[in-house]
C-alpha cells in the first residue's frame, strides 16, 4: 500500500519557537495533502487541505498565520506551527490522497508536538 | 452541517466474543465510507472501504462493514474478535469527489485476553 512519512515523530520545543512538520508520501505522487490535529481521547480533526502548488484550504476555526501549510512539490508538504505556545501541544497527524473520484487518504504515523 | 456518530465511546470484550461498532453519518448524497483501525502507539490503518456495489464489505483481519443507506448506518463487525484486536477504531466518511474525510469520535475496543 502507499506509504506516508512524517518527520519529526515527537518534538519538544520553548514557548515562542516555531516548528516545521515535513509529511511525504514515499512510494506515490499525493495530488493534495490533510493535516489533521488529534487531541487525547478524540477523534481527528480536520486542520486545512492543500494542494501541490497552491494556497491551502483551512477549516473554519483554524489560523492560517500559525499554522503555515507549503506543498511545495507532489510528495511533500510542511506545516510549520509558529509561535508555537502550550495550547498548541498535540498530535499532529497528515494524510495524503491518491487522485481520483474516491480520493482515498493513506496516513502519516503522526508527529506528538510538546510546548513547554 | 455533515457529521459521523459512534455510539460507543468503549468497549470492553472477552477474546471470541463477537463485535458490532455502530456508525452512522448525516450526509444524504452519494458517500464513501471507511473504517480505520489505530493500535497503541501506532498511525491509522485502513480496514475497509466502501465506494459502491456489494454493500457488505470486507476489510483486513477478518473484519467486515455493512452499508445500509436507508439507515444511514456503516457498521463493523467480526465474528470472533483477539486481544490484539485491542485499539481504537475510527468511522469516517467523505463526500463523493471531494476529498475532506469528516471522521466519528472513535471507539475504544478493549479485548480482555
Not at chain 1, 483551512?58 to 499554522?67: A, L, S
Given at each position: 500500500?502507499?506509504?506516508v512519512?512524517?518527520?519529526p ?15 511525504r ?5 499525493a ?42 512539490s507532489?510528495?511533500?508538504?510542511t ?7 502550550p495550547e ?17 487518504q493513506?496516513?502519516?504515523p ?7 | 452541517?455533515q457529521?459521523?456518530s ?14 458490532e461498532?455502530g ?15 489505530q ?47 485491542t ?17 466519528g ?9
Amino acid at each position: 500500500g502507499a506509504v506516508v512519512s512524517q518527520h519529526p515523530s515527537w518534538v519538544i520545543c520553548k514557548s515562542g519557537t516555531s516548528v516545521k512538520i515535513e509529511c511525504r508520501s514515499l512510494d506515490f505522487q499525493a495530488t493534495t495533502m490533510f493535516w489533521y490535529r488529534q487531541f487525547p481521547k478524540q477523534s481527528l480533526m480536520l486542520m486545512a487541505t492543500s494542494n501541490e502548488g497552491s494556497k491551502a484550504t483551512y477549516e473554519q476555526g483554524v489560523e492560517k498565520d500559525k499554522f503555515l501549510i507549503n506543498h511545495a512539490s507532489l510528495t511533500l508538504s510542511t506545516l510549520t506551527v509558529t509561535s508555537a505556545h502550550p495550547e498548541d501541544s498535540s498530535f499532529y497527524i497528515c494524510s495524503a490522497s491518491l487522485a481520483g473520484p474516491y480520493n482515498e487518504q493513506f496516513f502519516g504515523p503522526g508527529t506528538r508536538l510538546t510546548v513547554l | 452541517a455533515q457529521s459521523v456518530s459512534q455510539h460507543n465511546h468503549h468497549v470492553i470484550l472477552s477474546e471470541a466474543a463477537s463485535l458490532e461498532l455502530g456508525c452512522n453519518y448525516s450526509y444524504g448524497g452519494t458517500v464513501n465510507l471507511f473504517w480505520y483501525v489505530q493500535y497503541p502507539g501506532q498511525h491509522l490503518q485502513l480496514l475497509l472501504k466502501y465506494f459502491s456495489g456489494d454493500p457488505l464489505v470486507k476489510g483486513i483481519k477478518g473484519f467486515e462493514a455493512e452499508f445500509i443507506k436507508s439507515k444511514f448506518s456503516f457498521n463493523l463487525r467480526k465474528p470472533s474478535v483477539q486481544w490484539s484486536d485491542t485499539a481504537e477504531y475510527f468511522c469516517a466518511v467523505n463526500r463523493g469527489s471531494q476529498g475532506n474525510l469528516i471522521f466519528g469520535k472513535g471507539t475504544k475496543l478493549s479485548v480482555k485476553p
